[in-house]
Structure formats: C-alpha cells, structure tokens
C-alpha cells in the first residue's frame, strides 16, 4: 500500500488550499483516513478523520474552516483548507487505516511522505 499526497504549497493568510491523498495497491477494505500535521519540534498532531461511512472528526483549531472529503471507490481523501491562518503551517501528512488484500489482521495505518504547507501574514 502506498500513500501519496499532493496540494501543498504556500498562500498567504485568509486563503485556501485543497489537499488530496490517493492509497493505492491491493487493498480490500478502508477503515478510515485522516489528516495529521506536524511543526519542527511538535508531535504530529490530528487534524481531521473521516470513517468509510462518512462520519467526520476535527481538532477544534480547524473546526468550521477545513472540510474533509473522500471518494471510497478511488481511496482518495480530501482536505478543503479554507481562511488559513499561520497557525497552520506545518507538514501535512495523510494516515490510511486499510486492510491489505489477503492481510487477515485487519486494518493497518500507512503514511504518505508528508505535504508542506506554508501560510504567510
């Protein structure tokens, strides 16, 4: 299973930014997908979850400014970053709970390789 996400990159505070996240490779079930993100000497931090069947969860920072989205049939999730504050610079990293093809354990969490994002006053 692979993990890869895409959309980061630098706005200035009060814009908008639209990440994504594609699992990719056999799997059989997804469980969840989630947003985290980390600043340089914090830990990693959740920032939205969403369930297979759409039930949704928000760190009260983002709450009422980022929308989490998934499209099951393609393993792809979402994330609508709307009036960024600089508060949210940091490495976005996209979390996949799936289950491998023939995997008997159930879900496993896989990482993407993390997504800058950069807001500047």
């Known amino acids: 299973v692979q993990v890869v996400e895409d959309g980061g990159g630098s706005v200035q505070a009060g814009g908008s930014l639209k990440l994504s996240c594609a699992a990719t490779?056999?799997?059989?079930?997804?469980?969840?997908m989630g947003w985290y993100r980390q600043t340089p000497g914090n830990e990693r931090e959740l920032v939205s979850r969403?369930?297979?069947?759409?039930?949704?969860i928000y760190a009260d920072s983002v709450e009422g400014r980022f929308t989490i989205s998934q499209d099951n049939d393609k393993n792809t999730l979402y994330l609508q970053m709307n009036s960024l504050e600089r508060e949210d610079t940091a490495v976005y990293y996209c979390?996949?709970?799936?289950?491998?093809?023939?995997?008997?354990?159930?879900?496993?969490?896989?990482w993407g390789q993390g997504t800058q994002v950069t807001v500047s006053s």
């Open positions: 490779g056999y799997i059989s079930r997804t469980c969840e």
């Open positions: 979390a996949a709970d799936v289950q491998s093809t023939g995997d008997g354990w159930g879900c496993r969490t896989f």
């Open positions: 969403i369930t297979s069947d759409g039930h949704t």
